[in-house]
Nanobody, 124 residues
Framework: QVQLVESGGGLVQAGGSLRLSCAAS????????MGWFRQALGNEREFVAA????????YYADSVKGRFTISGANAKNTVYLQMNSLKPEDTAVYYC?????????????????WGQGTQVTVSS
C-alpha cells in the first residue's frame, strides 16, 4: 500500500509564503499525475493544482493562479506546492494525491492515493 506524506503546513500571516511537500512511501511506484486539493472547514474538498508527469503540464484552480506553483520529481513521486501571497481564504487542510490512470486530474475521483493532510492557516 502506497502512502503519501505531506509536510510544510503551518500558520502564516496574509501575504506570506509556505511550501508544502509530499513524498510517496514507495518512490518507485508509477503515477500518471499528482495533485493538491484543499478542504476548508464546512466546505467540500476542492482542486488546487496538478502536475502531469507525461509533460502535459500543470493545472491550477483560478483562485490560486499566479500565486501557487506546483512542481515535482516524477522519478521520486515527490510533489511540492509553493504558495505565495497567501490570503485568509487559503486557510484549509491541504491534501496531496496521486493518480494511477488517465483522467481529468481536477476531480478528486481521478486520484487513487491520498495523504493525511496538512493544515495551512493564514491570519489576517
Amino acid at each position: 500500500q502506497v502512502q503519501l506524506v505531506e509536510s510544510g503546513g503551518g500558520l502564516v500571516q496574509a501575504g506570506g509564503s509556505l511550501r508544502l511537500s509530499c513524498a510517496a512511501s514507495q518512490p518507485t511506484f508509477s503515477s500518471r499525475a499528482m495533485g493538491w486539493f484543499r478542504q476548508a472547514l464546512g466546505n467540500e474538498r476542492e482542486f488546487v493544482a496538478a502536475i502531469i508527469w507525461s509533460g502535459a503540464g500543470t493545472y491550477y484552480a483560478d483562485s490560486v493562479k499566479g500565486r501557487f506553483t506546483i512542481s515535482g520529481a516524477n522519478a521520486k513521486n515527490t510533489v511540492y506546492l509553493q504558495m505565495n501571497s497567501l490570503k485568509p481564504e487559503d486557510t484549509a487542510v491541504y491534501y496531496c494525491a496521486a493518480a494511477l490512470f488517465r483522467g481529468v486530474y481536477v476531480r478528486a475521483n481521478d486520484y487513487d492515493y491520498w495523504g493525511q493532510g496538512t493544515q495551512v492557516t493564514v491570519s489576517s
